[in-house]
């Protein structure tokens, strides 16, 4: 995850910020990532109008500009979804953030009787009101500090969330599941940090984070997911039409839940690979679908789940070999290294191999790389 410290001095012109960060984007094989944030108050920490992700392929930062200044939906990359239900939710709804940013900041660093802080804010536009749970008398306003802490105890990332209007004040409770689609929600999910999320209108499951800010004041981006769609363009890519890929995106799917970190191995050779490591993993008598209780059982032990192209697992808890690859890194961890060396020697054995890695930290790498 990419932390961004941002500045915090005068007001700057929205055009004239916007071309800095264009002239100091870092290009690596034609790709970027794009993060500007357009400011309108004055105030200790930085408060947000605007927030862009962008993850696409362009020819110059000419195009870029160009681009940037057509509708969001009209981008296309693996964030469309996230960005246009940004975009359609406005972020700023920007009166409770651009205004409470310092509190949510206080908020999160604040205990509890000793508990730190879960909990959920939400602005008045994002409930009906014939949804509103409770109704306070005397609302609190949320420069109360320990008044507002105290309310948040009734609150959850997957109940109820407080209810905070364009004056400041906390004025009622809400279910989470009752939030309209497309709104923004404040989320303590963690002490010292506190995540912005978009609402889906499916419960309080379903939300999607958009930024995550730390106690100090830093930014971090969520990390670029792995879809549906990356995987069958992998799959495509390394199988052609000859794998099931409905199939392994079930096993990746379900695998990419796993808290812990893992490892999906498919291979067109997955019935020899089983049999050549069998004393350093568990093999199946039989190959199988796995559904999703197994998924997270079989995830759960260390080594790579092996499957074949038809999304059959032949082997668990595998422990991958192979020589040190000029791919590794050293700043990464062991599955990471593990697998890139499996890849190589599976290359020079003319096997087609698609290795997706979840690390323990949330980050997930497709080897190879996605086509």
Known sequence: MQDLQLSQDGEEDPGEHLMTILNNLKWKNGRFRCFFAFRDVRCQHTA???VVVLHRTVKNKEQLKLELQQPMTHFNGNNTAVRRRACQAKLAEG???KNVFRELVILSATA?????????????AAIDPAHVALSFRNPVNIDDIKGTR?????????GHALILDTSRKVVGLCRLAEIKRDKVVVMFTKPLCW????????????????????ASGGVSLPKERLGQADVNAAIQHTFGNRAHSHAIWTVIGHALRQKHGTMVVISNAAEAEANRLSSQSTKLKQPRLLDEGLVLAVTSIDGAVLLDRKGKCHAIGVILDGPVSRNGDSSRGARFNSG????DQAKRNKQQVLIVIVSE?????????KP
């Open 195 to 214: 995540e912005l999320k978009i609402s889906s209108g499916r419960g309080p499951e379903e939300f999607t984070t958009f930024y995550t800010v730390s």
């Open 150 to 158: 105290k309310l948040l105890e009734m609150t959850s990332p997957d």
């Open 48 to 50: 947000f109008l605007t």
């Open 340 to 343: 890139w060396r499996y890849y």
């Open 95 to 97: 009166e409770m953030l």
């Open 112 to 124: 509890y009787e000793g508990d730190g802080l879960t909990g959920a804010i939400v602005p008045a």
């Open 361 to 369: 930290d949330g980050y997930v790498t497709m080897i190879p790389q």
